[in-house]
Nanobody
Framework: QVQLVESGGGVVQAGDSLRLSCTASGRTFGSYAWFRQAPGKEREFVAANTWRGGAARYADSVKGRRFSIFRDNIKNTLLLQMNSLKPEDTGVYYC?????????????????WGRGTQVTVSS
């Protein structure tokens, strides 16, 4: 059974950092991604990478080293490091994984999803 379980969300102030984790189990994957959904808005792409790494893609809103997507190979944990957080980064963050080895950016490209973890950034 495939499981993706996110953790690490919380309430922080603008400018703070937060690291989200996603424990993946049940099969091997080709790529993974993080999406987020702000209140009243549709879910949007944040970052993606291949399982092997080295092909990270980011949404324009988080580029410039503000966010980093990577994987802990030993723990088989997917990570999203978020720095210089802004109030507009508030939302539920989901990790997703797919068999494809391409770091795709569309929701429909990902087969497996976690339930999400809440991130709230206060101004």
């Amino acid at each position: 059974q495939v499981q993706l379980v996110e953790s690490g969300g919380g309430v922080v102030q603008a400018g703070d950092s937060l690291r989200l984790s996603c424990t993946a189990s049940g099969r091997t994957f080709g790529s993974y991604a993080w999406f987020r959904q702000a209140p009243g808005k549709e879910r949007e792409f944040v970052a993606a990478n291949t399982w092997r790494g080295g092909a990270a893609r980011y949404a324009d809103s988080v580029k410039g080293r503000r966010f980093s997507i990577f994987r802990d190979n030993i723990k088989n944990t997917l990570l999203l490091q978020m720095n210089s957080l802004k109030p507009e980064d508030t939302g539920v963050y989901y990790c997703a994984a797919a068999p494809s080895s391409r770091p795709l950016t569309g929701e429909g490209d990902y087969v497996y999803w976690g339930r999400g973890t809440q991130v709230t950034v206060s101004s």
